[in-house]
């Protein structure tokens, strides 16, 4: 966010800049036509009002793209401070052990996020590790191999579609479908086939994430340079060897900023997760029992949080998630920049 | 260049001011916009209870059709519909429990609970080879529940159902994931039959489950129960009824095992009631009584004249009230709610009577 604040100054800074200069240009072009003639032309006084006009134009342009920038800011930190804010009980009577305490006891007034944090970072890391496979084969794919055609722009149209259907439908689908074939899976590798759990939910974040890295990953293997390709064309090299040592090498950081993406949309995710993670606070013992995430238990118990403490916990939790979300994507960021430089 | 310093300056402290001012916003936010309630001419608002919501559409449609009279029902959940009662936003809140301390100490002035429906939970599972309907004791109920009972075969369950043959199958306990009045009247109840229980869990509409997976409503426990083998667990009485779910029969206080029904709800019901009905349904003296039902509450506030509400709205909300717990009570059984029992309709129009306006009673 302040990356973006600080750009939107520079760039205002120069656009700032150039509106001068160019009033200066027009204001010493009028003086030097008023020495030479004494009398202004009606034709030069209206150039001169258009230019005013114009400068005003730029102005009020300029402060409107300013206002929606700060805007943006402004509900991102209000966001934040009003979670701080109603969380404040929820602190004061837990304190800093909400963190890592294991129990979540509406009836007794304990909390501890715990199982809940440790359910979102498994399900979604899980999820984006199914999902990277696929997602960098279908950018590589449609990128390099495919990039034009009915059958590309058929499967990329299809690959954007899975971003557009309703999480519901996919908990609808992971319960009826996925389900049962996880049950049937479970009780083949003998562990408790009861087919809700962490892995349900991975599988089916795993397909809701992967148009995220697909399609920007697509677009920057369309954006290498062909020259660079083309050298390693003509220098013998197979089309495998060129994706692995040229188009590959040179997208990563828009690779990854894919991923970042898929990740940010899997920590978030709600509802179909909640609709088959089998929603129970105890800590999972392994990926095929059930769990909870963050975002499910907000949406579960929200409505009925009828305890001024338990409310305030329930928010705390959406806190912790804002942070994990904001310490993740930074993390990224950092990860990119390493990627770029190097 | 400086000129544009001072500038981002100016932007940059206008924007602090523009926090600030979202911030004391979003504060106040929380004392509560009084005003939505006092309008005239608009019509009654209501919020609470989820479960009342499909017989209170039946009621209030009828009631404009017959008094004119709309009334705008939210039904966004037991919980919300108190702090909105709380904070004066509605005219009236319904709950399936009766208000706990602390929400009775959040309160500005005191507020009558009416009983308005009653409903039940029964206990469905999933036990494809078992064709006769389950007995089930409050022991067993607790031991299953807390995770004591791991398989169908267990000597306990069979001990009560001494002509099933019971399979060797994993027991799969399926619960309400979401805060919900219906977890809290099955969690009441097994508070009241079992010290363990009690001890361990406790009652609330969300508590902390010893085991078992959770889905989110009836039909998010309904599907795990349909889906997964040797699962067990709770949901109303109306889902079950209208989606055709096995159920399983439970043992009363008096010892008799009783098929969930619309009748043995209301004949649950049927005790002497404390003078504020507050009371919890579940596990009864009455002997063809299911044991656990629970009545369903409209929560009001006892002086009417709060908010410069006038004295037309408060007289017509308490005609709405009285109507629903006589005349209206004829919709429920269509829907699949429990009437209530005679003693509860004498309680709550006693209780109905208490209420003010400006210090003088309203009907």
Known sequence: MDSLFFKLTVKITIMDASVNKIALENNHADHASAGTIPEIGAKAKARIKRSYRQIKMEQVFKRTLVLMGLIMVILVLGIFLTLIV?????????????????????????????????????????????????????????GEYYPKGWLSNFLKN????IAAVPSVIYGFWGLAVLVPLVRSFESKIGVEPIGVGIFSASLILSIMIIPYAASLGRSMIQMVPSPLKEGAFSLGATRWE?????????????????????LGRALGETMAVTMIIGNTSLIPKNIFAPGNTMASVIANEFTEADKPVYLSALIELGLVLFVVTVVINMIGKKVISRFTNA | MK?????????????????????????????????????????????????????FSKQFAEYATT???????????????????????VDFGASDAPMNGKQDSALTAPVLHIPVTAGAVVVSYNLPDVKDTLKLTPAVLADLFLGNIKKWNDAK???????????????????????????????TYLSKVSTDWDSKVGK????????????????GVAGLIKQTPGAIGYVELAYAVQNGMAYAQVQNKAGNFITPSIASVTAAANITLPPDSKVSLTNTEAADGYPISGFSWVLIYKEQKYNNRSQERATQLL???????????????????????PAATTTAQAILKTATYDGKPIL
């Open chain 1, 242 to 262: 060129v994706i692995k040592s040229v188009v590959l090498p040179y997208t990563r950081s828009g690779l990854f900023a894919g991923i970042l993406l898929s």
């Open chain 1, 86 to 142: 109603q969380s404040i009980p929820s602190i004061k009577a837990i304190g800093i052990k909400y963190l890592w305490s294991k129990t979540w006891d509406p009836v007794q007034d304990v909390y501890g996020a715990f199982p809940f944090l440790l359910g979102t970072l498994l399900t979604s890391f899980l999820a984006l590790a199914i999902s990277i496979p696929f997602s960098i084969a279908i950018a590589v794919y449609l």
């Open chain 2, 204 to 219: 609330g509409s969300s508590v902390n489950w010893p085991v078992g997976l959770g889905g989110k409503g009836n039909e």
């Open chain 2, 319 to 341: 005609k709405l009230l009285s109507w629903m717990i006589t005349d209206g009570q004829k919709f429920s059984g269509a829907l699949n709610y429990a009437p209530l029992s």
């Open chain 1, 158 to 161: 299809t690959v954007e579609l």
């Open chain 2, 67 to 89: 008094n004119g009279l709309k009334v705008n029902y939210q039904s966004v959940g037991s919980g919300a519909g108190i702090s909105q009662l709380t904070n004066k936003t």
């Open chain 2, 157 to 187: 369950i069979a001990a009560v159902n001494p002509n099933v043959k019971l399979p060797d199958v994993a027991v799969v306990i399926a619960h309400r994931s979401d805060g919900s009045g219906t977890s809290n009247i099955f969690t």
């Open chain 2, 3 to 55: 000129r544009t310093f001072l500038k981002t300056k100016a932007i940059l402290s206008s924007a602090a001011l523009l926090v600030a001012l979202g911030f004391s916003a979003c504060n106040s936010g929380n004392t509560g916009d009084a005003n939505s309630a006092k309008s005239e001419d608009n019509a009654m608002i209501g919020a609470g209870s989820s479960f009342d919501n499909p017989l």
